[in-house]
């Protein structure tokens, strides 16, 4: 483009009072959120000084493959490298941004921020699940040997990587479910086909594009490194796949010598490819100095009961100062009479004023903050089918949380304690001493 018609693109932008504004951005999390009333403007294929590419996605750019928001820069971008072409030179109005869908973990491996957990749901009801969220557009699973619908899911995911479908058949299901389904894939697959320049594929490209945690119980957590790698490898066989994008340990609720062999053996997985990323679930600061004073590498997720209610800070902090991606387990109780009333009164006044439900503005502040979640819902009535959709990545792109709406949520934060929740998710009744019990304080 010649200096000429940039001067004249500048002029007109700066008569209409139009003037782009940018920050620098090293991370699209919600510490970083800035709204942007400046000029609407495609951003074409450009060079920084560094050499750095940026392409326009959506509502994003990709910096080499690294997500920053729409009207902002990567710091050392000079603004004279950004060719702007006004396409709404009227429009003033704020825009909704949209987070990007995966976070990239310190093993290289990009993770999708919002799974699908099976946590209590039963055997009998997991075929229809993973249906219901696949044919939503979910891409990552959370599973474990606690939740005892592994044999199930697994079968359903070979029929998925073989034939593209399970066998579920959808002939009884209410259009207005599968209409929310469909709506929620869309979304979803429009923004990994931006980002990605294709969505679904053969066997192979079927299984890349899906990311699955499991997670080891605590009877699993031995001494013992060749019942690991016997168990793992028998995950690998019945899912019919040579590797799991992510191991955690279930809790810490074991003792030292089990955490740390159950650790170092998959360290050892992961060297052989059969374990693209290992994660820990309830571990808290001593848990994790653990680690580091036995000379062993951070894990790359640190999955918690995190919420605007327990927002667990100096642990989240810790994570994010070490490259650890902090990530909420299912929201399970929240809701019930044993959790925080006054509080969910009050999350209930957001979810009212943008529309949605209370599981939604959930799901959206962890993917404003940065952090994984795995939601999860049952499938006997047609609002819970529902939800699976609702609470996908594709369920949540269309609305957004203000700072001030953040703000007010992360004020919620009254330390909720698990043992007053009532929730059994990598432990049991007898592992709960009392209701101010939690298990990232069990050291």
Known sequence: ????????????????????????????????RTQHTSLQANLLDVTDDDGHTFSEHSNYLSRDGAMTRRGAMVAGASLSSLVLIPTQILAREVKSTTPSPDVKLQTGYKMPLIS?????????????????ALRAGVRHFDL?????????????????????????TWDEEKEEVLQKLDDARRQSDGVYKSLNGKTRGGKQQRRKDMFLTYKLSNDEQTTNPNSIRRTVQSILTQLDTTYLDLVCLHSPLTDASRRLATYETLLQLKEAGHIHSIGVCNYGMCHLKELTTNNLPLPSVNQLELSPFNTHEAIVRYCEA??????????????????????????????????VTKAQVLVRWALQHGYGCAPRSGTKSKLERIAIAENSYGGVVDFE??????????????????????RRDGWKDDDVKDSDWEP????
């Open 144 to 168: 474990a040997t606690d939740y005892e619908s592994f044999d199930v899911v697994a079968a359903s995911l070979r029929q998925y990587w073989a034939k593209g479908k399970t066998d579920w």
């Open 1 to 32: 483009m010649s200096p000429l018609l940039l001067l004249l693109i500048q002029h007109v932008s700066f008569s209409l009072g139009l003037t782009p504004q940018f920050t620098s951005t090293h991370q699209c999390t919600s510490r970083t």
């Open 322 to 355: 070490n490259n650890i991606v902090p990530s909420c387990a299912a929201w399970s109780r929240l809701s019930s009479a044993d959790g925080p009333v006054e509080q969910w009164a009050t999350l209930g006044g957001v979810a009212k004023e943008k529309g």
């Open 116 to 132: 699908y957990s099976f946590y209590k749901t039963a055997p009998e009801l997991s075929e229809r699940a993973l249906a219901l």
């Open 440 to 443: 990232t304080s069990a050291c």
């Open 401 to 422: 949380l203000s700072d001030e709406d953040m703000e007010l949520l992360d004020s919620l934060n009254t330390d909720y304690k698990a043992g007053k929740l009532g």
